[in-house]
Nanobody, 115 residues
Framework: QVQLVESGGGLVQAGGSLRLSCAAS????????FGWYRQAPGKQRELVTT???????IYAGAVEGRFTISWDNAKNTGYLQMNSLKLEDTAVYYC?????????WGQGTQVTVSS
């Protein structure tokens, strides 16, 4: 069983920056991939970005060039650096880890971008 604790969400003005963190604990299985997803009100949860072994990253077109995903093996923590935030980035952001046994979700953290 993996526990994920997210932090770093909040209210920010358009054009500003936030960094989300996702601390993982409890896994005895290797992490194959780590990712961030988001869900805006009335919309389905969507992929934001993932990072896999070898630091292979994938970004949704809407965030490419503005968001950066990273994973710190020493701290077992993943990050999402979000720059140049836009109103449409407002959503609940969820982290997800993929292990060889199962996948696990964080509890979500609210990001609200104001004008």
């Amino acid at each position: 069983q993996v526990q994920l604790v997210e932090s770093g969400g909040g209210l920010v003005q358009a054009g500003g920056s936030l960094r989300l963190s996702c601390a993982a604990s409890g896994s005895s299985f290797p992490l194959n991939k780590f990712g961030w997803y988001r869900q805006a009100p009335g919309k389905q949860r969507e992929l934001v970005t993932t990072i896999s072994s070898g630091d292979i990253t994938i970004y949704a077109g809407a965030v490419e060039g503005r968001f950066t995903i990273s994973w710190d093996n020493a701290k077992n923590t993943g990050y999402l650096q979000m720059n140049s935030l836009k109103l449409e980035d407002t959503a609940v952001y969820y982290c997800k880890v993929y292990t060889s046994r199962s996948n696990y979700w964080g509890q979500g953290t609210q990001v609200t971008v104001s004008s």
